[in-house]
């Protein structure tokens, strides 16, 4: 059985290795466990957020930049490609662990999830679990974690602490807003399976999405980086066994839609159990349906709101 932590720490390896190069910074806690500064005290750069992007997919999928132009003004788009969209998705990229310490509170994404098996929900919905000596997980926070954060996750994952390496990027960060940008196949996944559709009959999947501006003010950076997926993603997906619920997979079925998000977010109080979970999709999906050799194309790209958020 493939084991995403296994795979993952080939690419954190690499990253230890080129650390200068890669404008992050590897910094020892005194319980042994490594982190991997990407944009809190350092600026990181795109090639750090591809491989935080691919650790994030458990190694399960590649990931490439290129540059785009959106009302003749050059956006940096990215690409993400997977064979195993459940299990690098669901399984490891799938933002679905609360990590909760003194004054520090961030969604851990990444293979770590998998040995600790949170939300356990999920891994059920997958029939996976990992099993290896060394774990990986990503977190998004403008300050990285301490010992007593790294200790939890270990204790969870049944490892040593020594054996953790903890990512930290902020969402107002060059690496955070590639690695949210990155998520477009796994939005897509996500809103699949709680349509009710079985993830494992997902052959392939494929995605773009812009990357947005770096913001310093953190609710904005939030709110571009979401509305690159939800106005301006795109996924094309092979499948086994083809649903009508696909029909509802873009984000223009969803009653939030319609907005920047920092705009949605501000009119609910920055309270998001206001805010429709099914909006956070991307704004166009492609199906092909392997057994019929039919595609259909559901949604549309909105440049007018993307444009808007992005100030372009």
């Not at 404008?23 to 090639?47: F, H, M, P, R, W």
């Not at 997980?137 to 939890?152: G, Q, S, T």
């Not at 990512?167 to 796994?186: C, D, F, H, K």
Request: glycine residues 8%.
């Amino acid at each position: 059985m493939l084991s995403v932590n296994e795979i993952s720490m080939g690419i954190v390896e690499e990253m230890l290795d080129y650390t200068e190069e890669l404008k992050i910074e590897a910094l020892e806690l005194d319980n042994g466990s490594t982190v991997i500064d990407c944009g809190v005290n350092v600026e990181g750069g795109y090639e750090a957020g591809e491989m935080f992007t691919e650790i994030c997919l458990g190694g399960l999928g590649s990931v490439t930049l290129t540059v785009q132009t959106l009302r003749d003004t050059p956006l940096v788009f990215i690409h993400v490609f997977t064979d195993h969209p459940a299990l690098a998705t669901l399984g490891s990229q799938k933002a679905g662990w609360s990590i909760k310490g003194d004054n520090y509170s961030a969604m851990g994404s990444g293979p770590a999830r998998a040995l600790s098996c949170q939300p356990k929900k999920t891994y059920e919905l997958i029939d996976y679990e990992d099993d290896y000596d060394f774990g990986v997980i990503a977190l998004e926070c403008d300050h990285l974690p301490d010992e007593k954060v790294a200790d939890e996750i270990a204790e969870q994952c049944n490892l040593e602490p020594s054996k953790l390496t903890l990512l930290n990027a902020p969402t107002s960060s060059i690496v955070g807003t590639v690695q949210v940008a990155g998520r477009v196949v796994e939005v897509a996944v996500y809103k699949a399976a709680e349509l009710g559709y079985d993830t494992l009959q997902i052959m392939s999947a494929a995605g773009s999405c812009p990357i947005a501006p770096v913001s310093k003010d953190s609710l904005r950076a939030m709110g571009m980086t979401n509305d690159g997926i939800i106005y301006y993603g795109n996924v094309f997906m092979t499948v086994n066994k083809y649903d009508k619920l696909f029909e509802k997979l873009p984000s223009e079925t969803s009653p939030s839609y319609g907005k920047p998000f920092y705009q949605t977010f501000k009119d609910a109080n920055y309270d998001f159990y206001k805010i429709d979970k099914f909006m956070f999709a991307p704004a166009q999906v492609t199906i092909t349906d392997a057994q019929s050799s039919n595609t259909l194309k559901f949604g549309r790209l909105n440049e007018a709101v993307l444009a808007e958020s992005f100030g372009i």
